[in-house]
């Protein structure tokens, strides 16, 4: 049953079009502040936060604290169906 939860988080985290866009982001390149993230996204810190959350949460990234920001990069063990959208982007 675990299983079908992680496919279905993995599912709802890169079916919404901002998610894809930090995806596509995150894979050109390599890594990203949520600031900005928020800006190329065009949405608040706090938004493009949860965006963040919901990725990491579905482990599709990685996050790392570096002084006062936090990075994002792709994780390095993707989910397959993530590997294939990621191709696609």
Avoid: C
Wanted: glycine share 4%.
């Amino acid at each position: 049953m675990n299983d079908f939860r992680k496919f279905e988080r993995v599912l709802k985290a890169i079916g919404n079009r901002r998610r894809l866009a930090i995806l596509s982001y995150l894979k050109k390149h390599s890594e990203g502040t949520v600031g900005e993230l928020a800006e190329i996204l065009r949405l608040s810190f706090k938004a493009t936060s949860k965006h963040l959350a919901v990725l990491y949460a579905a482990e599709l990234v990685e996050r790392e604290q570096r002084s006062l920001q936090m990075w994002y990069s792709l994780s390095s063990s993707p989910h397959r169906i993530t590997d294939y959208v990621l191709r696609l982007l």
